[in-house]
């Protein structure tokens, strides 16, 4: 179990930034660091990136708030590699929060159960 924002999308990233390199070094052993030096990375190990950076100034941010606590990166019983991104425990209520990185306006709404 991970327990800071953010840890399992890095270990994601990482894991494919590790297999790419195998994998390219492995096809070319002459000059596979050549070509990892010279071509970009695949969009989905940078999202990952950005993913994780994303969680981590969240946890951030909810870490700050006094009075409630904040659990990050916990995984989801029964489920495959889900993970909740983080739990806010208030007084009040007990919130679920998904972390995603959009750009532009996003609105928010409540839903009451």
Known sequence: MHSHAGASARQEARARREAREHRVRA??????GLILAVTNEPTSTIAWDIGARAEEEVG?????????????DRIRPG???ANLDH???????????DTKRYTGRIDASRSEL
């Open 27 to 32: 096809r070319h052993p002459r000059i596979g």
């Open 60 to 72: 951030e941010v909810l870490d700050a708030i006094e009075g409630v606590v904040a659990l990050h």
């Open 79 to 81: 489920a495959s590699k």
């Open 87 to 97: 739990v806010v425990v208030t007084p009040a209520a007990v919130v679920v929060i």
